[in-house]
């Protein structure tokens, strides 16, 4: 391999398809703060030993920290984290810009795209396409493949609902939609309930949806943190959960991972292709995987 080769990141479609175990992935994201920073770097330095397949970078609310997602993609290559995967989303891009940084990202070796919409920008109530730009992660994954091929795109799926979808149908719809305009793998917005990605794996199975589907998942560390996340993207939150929880004292964040643990290892036995876990730049979350595995590995021909 020349060292340019060396500079190249492996496709994740190329990884889901040659895989020999489930894959795990971390999503990390541009803090706003030194103390934030700190603790980003804390957690890329402790998780390297868990050994991921990818991990992904994230574009900020909004666009509001975009200009950090590059810089902090060659910061984890540095920390021997690859392939790494960075965001990017139509907010507040023409289409020119857009062309310009997937050029950049295409030189810099960078070949994984999770590829969004975005959210509105703080203070807007609904998304407002940037002039000569594009309206939604369909079109945006059209242009990317289409400006480069090798480009593997991620797209994101909402196993109960986008917040903006008027219903199931629509929602299947439209990321039959993103998978023909060239996403290679899906990944889901969090679930605390299984039987929810269930449920959406078999209608993506009856739309003739086939690319692999990778569920997201993210461990509660506190009642108020799984509140506001539910509420934000309108996940379910079952009743025995926050139960645990509330009940748990000084050990919320113990039964958060508990629960997460059980989700992974009912997950990995009905053989989905991976994990991806949304860490919040911690290093705790990923002790599910952990515990998960090793419950497995216990309990492997009993």
């Not at 926050?242 to 643990?261: H, R, T």
Request: proline share 7%; glycine share 8%; net charge negative.
């Amino acid at each position: 391999m020349s060292p340019i080769d060396s500079l190249i990141d492996r496709p994740i479609s190329s990884l889901l398809a040659e895989r020999d175990h489930p894959l795990l992935s971390y999503e990390f994201f541009p803090p706003k703060s030194e103390t934030g920073m700190q603790s980003l770097q804390s957690a890329m330095e402790g998780l390297l030993d868990t050994h991921p397949d990818f991990v992904t970078i994230t574009y900020g609310a909004g666009g509001s920290t975009r200009g950090q997602t590059f810089e902090i993609a060659e910061w984890l290559r540095r920390f021997r984290y690859r392939p790494v995967m960075p965001h990017l989303t139509c907010v507040g891009h023409s289409q020119a810009e857009l062309g310009d940084i997937a050029d950049r990202i295409h030189e810099d070796g960078f070949r994984n795209i999770m590829t969004l919409r975005g959210d509105p920008p703080k203070g807007d109530s609904e998304f407002v396409p940037p002039a000569d730009g594009f309206g939604n992660a369909r079109d945006l994954a059209a242009f990317l493949k289409n400006r480069h091929p090798d480009f593997c795109l991620g797209v994101a799926a909402y196993p109960e609902g986008h917040p903006e979808s008027r219903g199931e149908a629509e929602d299947i719809d439209y990321l039959k939609q993103k998978v023909d305009a060239g996403a290679d793998f899906i990944t889901t917005q969090l679930f605390l309930n299984n039987k929810v990605f269930y449920r959406f794996r078999d209608r993506c199975d009856a739309a003739g949806i086939d690319i692999p589907i990778l569920p997201g998942l993210m461990p509660a560390l506190s009642v108020a943190q799984i509140q506001r996340i539910c509420g934000m993207c309108q996940a379910e939150l079952p009743a025995a959960l926050l139960e645990k929880l509330e009940n748990a004292g000084d050990n919320v964040q113990d039964a958060g991972i508990l629960w997460c643990m059980e989700q992974i290892v009912d997950l990995l036995q009905q053989g989905v292709p991976g994990i991806h876990l949304y860490i919040l730049n911690q290093i705790k979350p990923a002790l599910s995987y952990q515990l998960a595995c090793r419950f497995i590995e216990m309990t492997r021909g009993l």
